[in-house]
């Protein structure tokens, strides 16, 4: 029996994904969080700093919510 689940397959079926282009996005992606929905977010597309800053928020809300974060990539992070 194998109980192991790929992440890959996991986050298709039950992430919500978001590339931003602003931090004006910040509360709907938190939204979700509160609703205990998983969030894949691309910040390819903000600054450094916009990008630091929506980290930092989100990674606060997902503490909140007893959640974890996982790097996909430089750019990439999923929030559940």
């Known amino acids: 029996m194998n109980n ?3 992440m890959a397959d ?7 994904f978001i590339c931003p282009d602003s931090t004006d996005e910040i509360e709907r992606i938190a939204r979700r ?10 910040f390819s597309r903000l600054s450094d700093k916009a990008m630091m800053k929506m ?4 990674s606060g809300v997902t503490y909140a919510m007893n959640g974890s974060v996982i790097q996909v990539s430089p750019f990439k992070y999923v929030f559940c």
């Open 10 to 16: 996991w986050v298709h079926s039950h992430a919500y």
């Open 4 to 6: 192991v689940i790929d």
């Open 55 to 58: 980290l930092y928020f989100l």
């Open 33 to 42: 969080l509160i609703y205990e929905e998983s969030v894949c977010v691309d």
